[in-house]
């Protein structure tokens, strides 16, 4: 499996990857639309409901965009593993992100065929002086500006909570 309208998001900074799965929303609604755009949650969605969406024609637009939240994580081996003869036949219209807020078991063979054909984006927490430079440059895009030495006490006192 290669598809290059598969992507996997994953890791454990949920707070970027909340941010980037909301980039292309946003950016896909500017392009075509928000018609053809679904969210489905992986631990309640019954795989035929994601095979629908995933399959289904685009309306008014030349694409459709199907996120799927936590499919991977959420599912037993076995039951994730259901979800690969789906993966095998996404349509040139439609584009499936899943998005993994946090680390799936990338021990199943599920994890290891969508990883291998899928263009993969790894979130992982800024630490340290990563940590600093990150709160540095969120407070930028917010118009304003920290020294790193208050940069580096916030990420003292916050810790890796990226939503504090």
Not at 8 to 31: H, N, P, Y
Request: a negative charge; glycine letters at 8%.
């Amino acid at each position: 499996m290669n598809k290059s309208n598969l992507y996997l998001m994953t890791g454990d900074d949920s707070f970027s990857l909340r941010e980037e799965v909301q980039r292309w929303k946003e950016a896909f609604v500017e392009k075509f639309g928000d018609t053809d755009l679904e969210e489905l949650d992986g631990e309640s969605t019954p795989l035929e409901q994601i095979a629908g969406a995933v399959q289904a024609a685009p309306f008014l637009s030349e694409k459709r965009l199907v996120i799927l939240k936590n499919f991977l994580s959420s599912q037993k081996a076995e039951e994730a593993n259901l979800i690969l003869p789906l993966l095998e036949k996404i349509p040139d219209s439609s584009v499936l992100v899943l998005a993994e807020f946090g680390s799936p078991d990338g021990r199943t063979s599920a994890f290891k065929a969508i990883s291998n054909g899928a263009t993969k984006r790894l979130f992982l927490k800024p630490k340290g002086l990563q940590l600093t430079s990150w709160i540095q440059r969120r407070t930028e895009v917010h118009g304003s500006r920290m020294n790193s030495e208050c940069a580096g006490y916030l990420a003292g006192v916050l810790g890796d909570n990226l939503f504090a």
